[in-house]
């Protein structure tokens, strides 16, 4: 258990120094999810010279996509920030299509989506009062059924070949995202006691 303790803290210390240079904002290397503000490829910006990785990528494109977390204790309280992020300078396109974003973009917004989730569960420790190590636990959680739901989408759709199931996971995100619109905010912050 220490060693997962060990292992967060160093996460979250780097993910607050991360947080703090971006604050809340989009900046030259990050998107942050809004319903406002969708991905255009002008977005996607990893560069190589390496044109095996061209010729190899049958996708065409991959978003660099993910939850970040970071915390800031003020005394015995911590205040948690929960974002859904896009990495610009990680995320690679050599086919442009309408349709292929589309798909991209659903992957940002299933990022979104567990990070509602994410919020929702935090908000339920807190009712606990629980350590600081349930949080991490609840984290590590929700962030493994998010990579699982992110390889299942393009298992589904074959990378966004399948246009039927492509509508159908389309449809079935934006109605969870609905679902989940009390735990929209973009900046979520929470405050918890911390026990001693």
């Keep these: 258990m220490n060693k997962i303790v060990t292992f967060f803290l160093i996460f979250f210390t780097l993910s607050c120094i991360h947080a703090q240079n971006s604050m ?4 030259d290397s990050v998107v942050l999810w809004s319903k406002d503000r969708p ?8 560069l190589t010279k390496d044109h ?22 003020i005394g015995n309280n911590i205040r948690f920030n929960i974002h859904s992020k896009f990495y610009k300078f990680e995320s690679y396109v050599f086919k442009k299509n309408n349709h292929l974003l ?3 973009q659903l992957h940002f917004d299933i990022v979104e989506l567990y990070a509602r ?6 908000l339920l420790l807190k009712k606990e009062r629980v ?6 636990l ?9 990579d699982e739901n992110q390889d299942f989408y393009d298992r589904e759709t074959q990378h966004s070949l399948n246009k039927e199931k492509q509508k159908e996971w389309s449809f079935s ?4 995202l609905k679902k989940m619109e009390p735990y929209s905010v973009k900046s979520y912050l929470d405050s918890l006691k911390i026990r001693q």
Excluded at 117 to 122: C, W
Excluded at 138 to 146: G, M, T
């Design 173 to 176: 995100i934006k109605n969870k």
């Design 102 to 104: 589309k798909h991209e």
């Design 138 to 146: 609840v984290y590590e959680s929700v962030n493994k059924k998010l």
């Design 24 to 27: 809340l904002s989009d900046n």
């Design 52 to 73: 095996n990785f061209c010729k190899d990528n049958l996708h065409g494109a991959g978003a660099s996509v993910g939850l970040s977390i970071s915390y800031r204790k």
């Design 39 to 46: 991905l255009f490829w002008s977005d996607f910006q990893f």
């Design 131 to 136: 350590s600081l190590d349930d949080y991490f």
């Design 117 to 122: 989730k994410l919020r929702k569960q935090f």
